[in-house]
């Protein structure tokens, strides 16, 4: 069942995308070579605390951070750890705030040092796909499937792929609320949009095959070949006054 959102609710929300955001960006002015994944952690936790919120994916399904902080040819659910970031690394960080009775879920990839000319286009097409899924997403009489179709065309066009195995999601009371929002799909279908509606769109783009695996640590997704993936995620409202997105700060 989809959960509606007053625009009461809706100020609820931006509530806890902002914190969210925040906390994102100041762990993103942290990223350089030589610094932990447990840093960047510490710092999305402290500051997610400091605001009177809490950490949405701490202790969810026993997750045993404040953060995901996944590395290169990890995907998503990447466990903070004593691995220090390297010159050329890309890392992508996940980070949800709870307050207020509502979640803000925000994702972004981050380039430690120098990267490459195609890591850095990855990280773009990652970015410029969300944008043109959201951008559906505020058109009249929209269904989920055009957020995909979008996402999908075209990172597809700039011969990359999308994961299918793991989607954007409602999120609201509940972090992970209906609908699933996958990042392919065909235009038109799915259930429609309306106000009111929350949903987390976050494309996951790997420069080789769609494919991932879990690592045996039971958390770390990676890409199957090994090759590099980005992430890029926001909150989104859908309003009268079109798609606001609750987590950019
Ligand atoms: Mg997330
Ligand atoms: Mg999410």
Redesign the pocket.
Known sequence: MINIKTPEQIKKMQIAGRITGEALALAGEMVRPGVTTKQLDDKIRHHIEKCGARPSFLGYGGFPASA?ISVNDEVIHGIPSGRVLEEGDIVKI???AYIGGFHG???NTFTVGRVSEEAQRLIDVTRESFYRGIAEAGKDGARIGDIGHAVQTYVEENGFSVVKKYVGHGVGHDLHEDPNVPNFGTAGRGPRLCRGMTI?V?PMVNIGAPEVLEKKDKWTVVTRDGSLSAHY?HTIALTENGVLILTKV
Request: glycine share 10%; aromatic share 0%.
């Open positions: 995901c996940d980070v949800g879920d925000s994702a987390a976050e995620e």
